[in-house]
Antibody, heavy 121, light 112 residues
Framework: EGQLLESGGGLVHPGGTLRLSCAAS????????LSWVRQAPGKGLEWVATISPTGRGYYAESVKGRLAISRDNSKNWMSVEMNSLRVEDTAVYYCAKVLERWLVQDTFDMWGQGTAVTVAS | QSVLTQSPSASASLGASVNLTCTLR???????VAWHQKRPEGGPRFLMK???????RKGDGIPDRFSGSRSGAEHYLTISGLQSEDEADYYCQTWSVDLSWVFGGGTKLTVL
C-alpha cells in the first residue's frame, strides 16, 4: 500500500526559510501531480501549491512569490522551499497526490500525515 | 459568496444516518466535488469524488456506509450506520483551472 511521508517542519522566525519534503513509498510519483495543503490551528484545509507531472508549479495567492515547489521523480520525492515566512504561515502542512495520472486538475486521493510549521519570534 | 458552503456542525446518534451538505456557488453547479475526512490526528482521508453527471469514485477501503450524491448545486455525503470513529471533520472540495483547488469550511460531525 502506498503512502506519503512529509518531513522538514519546525520552528522558524518570521522572515525565515524552511524546506518541506514529501517522500513516496510503495508506488511511483512519476506521472502524478502533487500538492501541498495546510491546516492552520483551529482552521480548515487550505490549498497551498501543486506541481504538475512535468514540473510546472501552481501557487495560492497567499504564498505566490514566497514558495518554490519542485520534484525529483528518480528519488520519488517532492519538496517545497518556503521563504519570507510569516506568522500566518503557521500550520500543519500535508502533501497529497492527485487522483488521476497525468491530470493536474483533480482531487487528492492520498494524503500524508503532515509536518508542523511554526513561525514565531 | 464562497465557492463551497458547508454547515459548521452536525450531529447524529450512534447507528443512525446523517447527511452532510455542501453547496456550490451559483454558476458552478457542473463542477465535480470530492469529500475528505479529517480526524483530530493524522492526515485527511479521501472518501469519494462525485462528478457532474452523478457518477462517483470512492477511495480505497471506504466502506459502503459512505455514499455521495448531488442535486443541482447541492452535494450530499451520507453516512449510514454511524460509528464512533466517524466523528471527524468533513471537507468538500472542488477544483478548476480558474479556481485552483478549493475546500469548503468543513463540517464537524459529532456522534452522540
Amino acid at each position: 500500500e502506498g503512502q506519503l511521508l512529509e518531513s522538514g517542519g519546525g520552528l522558524v522566525h518570521p522572515g525565515g526559510t524552511l524546506r518541506l519534503s514529501c517522500a513516496a513509498s510503495g508506488f511511483t510519483l512519476s506521472g502524478y501531480a502533487l500538492s501541498w495543503v495546510r491546516q492552520a490551528p483551529g482552521k480548515g484545509l487550505e490549498w497551498v501549491a501543486t506541481i504538475s507531472p512535468t514540473g510546472r508549479g501552481y501557487y495560492a495567492e497567499s504564498v505566490k512569490g514566497r514558495l518554490a515547489i519542485s520534484r525529483d521523480n528518480s528519488k520519488n520525492w517532492m519538496s517545497v522551499e518556503m521563504n519570507s515566512l510569516r506568522v500566518e504561515d503557521t500550520a500543519v502542512y500535508y502533501c497529497a497526490k492527485v487522483l488521476e495520472r497525468w491530470l493536474v486538475q483533480d482531487t487528492f486521493d492520498m494524503w500524508g500525515q503532515g509536518t508542523a510549521v511554526t513561525v514565531a519570534s | 459568496q464562497s465557492v463551497l458552503t458547508q454547515s459548521p456542525s452536525a450531529s447524529a446518534s450512534l447507528g443512525a444516518s446523517v447527511n452532510l451538505t455542501c453547496t456550490l456557488r451559483s454558476g458552478l453547479t457542473n463542477y465535480a466535488v470530492a469529500w475528505h475526512q479529517k480526524r483530530p490526528e493524522g492526515g485527511p482521508r479521501f472518501l469519494m469524488k462525485v462528478n457532474s453527471d452523478g457518477s462517483h469514485r470512492k477511495g480505497d477501503g471506504i466502506p459502503d456506509r459512505f455514499s455521495g450524491s448531488r442535486s443541482g448545486a447541492e452535494h450530499y455525503l451520507t453516512i449510514s450506520g454511524l460509528q464512533s470513529e466517524d466523528e471527524a471533520d468533513y471537507y468538500c472540495q472542488t477544483w478548476s483551472v480558474d479556481l485552483s483547488w478549493v475546500f469548503g469550511g468543513g463540517t464537524k460531525l459529532t456522534v452522540l
